[in-house]
Nanobody
């Protein structure tokens, strides 16, 4: 069974940076398209960014130019580098597969203060 373990969240001031990590097990990671999602208080979970097995990336408009998704297939890990953070980026961040969505992990809390 696929397992997802997110880490790297924290409290940061607006304009700051964080790097999230997601360790993936139970699947052939290198061939999977991976994505980051987030869920803010009182809102539905939303897509943030994705990366294919070949390294092609896609971002939601609100994070373009500020966030960078990457992957290390030797470590079965996907990353989200978040720069120029804004209070509206505050959310619990999750990773998952795009296809054959796995059980969601616990996520990692990102809080951006004004």
């Amino acid at each position: 069974q696929v397992q997802l373990v997110e880490s790297g969240g924290g409290l940061v001031q607006a304009g700051g940076s964080l790097r999230l990590s997601c360790a993936v097990s139970g699947t052939i990671f290198s061939i999977k398209t991976m994505a980051w999602y987030r869920q803010a208080p009182g809102k539905q979970r939303e897509f943030v960014a994705s990366i294919t097995s070949g390294g092609s990336t896609y971002y939601v408009d609100s994070v373009k130019g500020r966030f960078t998704i990457s992957r290390d297939n030797t470590k079965n890990t996907v990353y989200l580098q978040m720069n120029s953070l804004k209070p509206e980026d505050t959310a619990v961040y999750y990773c998952n597969l795009i296809v054959d969505v796995a059980p969601w992990g616990q996520g990692t809390q990102v809080t951006v203060s004004a």
